[in-house]
C-alpha cells in the first residue's frame, strides 16, 4: 500500500506559478511510478504528466507540456508538480497517483494507477 497526500494548491493569476507536492508512505515509494492528473468541474479526469520510479523518464500531456515539470526525491518520498505560466484552464482539483510496484511503464492511463491521493484545488484567475 502506499499512502499519498497532495499539498500546494491555491489560488493564482493567471501567468503565475504554483508548486504542487505529493508526500508518500508505505511501502517502496522508490519503485513505484508517479503521476499526475486534474479534474476540472463537469469534465472528466485527465492525464497531466507521468515520472519514471527513478525520475529519468516522463511523460506530459500536450496542453501542458513546456509549462509544467513533474519531479520526484525518492528520499523524501516525495514528487512535485512545478506549474508556471498558469491559464484559467488549468483550474482543476489535481490529484497524485502511483502505479503498482513493479510496473515501469510510464503511462497516461487512469486504470494503470492503483493508489490516489485526496486531491489538492488548483484556481488560476484570468
Known amino acids: 500500500q502506499v499512502q499519498l497526500v497532495e499539498s500546494g494548491g491555491g489560488l493564482v493569476q493567471a501567468g503565475g506559478s504554483l508548486r504542487l507536492s505529493c508526500a508518500a508512505s508505505g511501502r517502496t515509494f522508490s519503485g513505484n511510478v508517479m503521476g499526475w492528473f486534474r479534474q476540472a468541474p463537469g469534465k472528466e479526469r485527465e492525464f497531466v504528466g507521468s515520472?519514471?520510479?527513478?525520475?529519468?523518464?516522463?511523460s506530459y500531456a500536450d496542453s501542458v507540456k513546456g509549462r509544467f515539470t513533474i519531479s520526484r526525491d525518492n528520499a523524501r518520498n516525495t514528487v512535485y508538480l512545478q506549474m508556471n505560466s498558469l491559464k484559467p484552464e488549468d483550474t482543476a482539483v489535481y490529484y497524485c497517483?502511483?502505479?503498482?510496484?513493479?510496473?515501469?511503464?510510464?503511462?497516461?492511463?487512469?486504470?494503470?494507477?492503483?493508489?490516489w491521493g485526496q486531491g489538492t484545488q488548483v484556481t488560476v484567475s484570468p
Open positions: 497517483a502511483a502505479r503498482p510496484p513493479g510496473t515501469s511503464a510510464v503511462t497516461t492511463t487512469i486504470g494503470d494507477y492503483d493508489y
Open positions: 515520472i519514471s520510479s527513478r525520475g529519468g523518464r516522463s
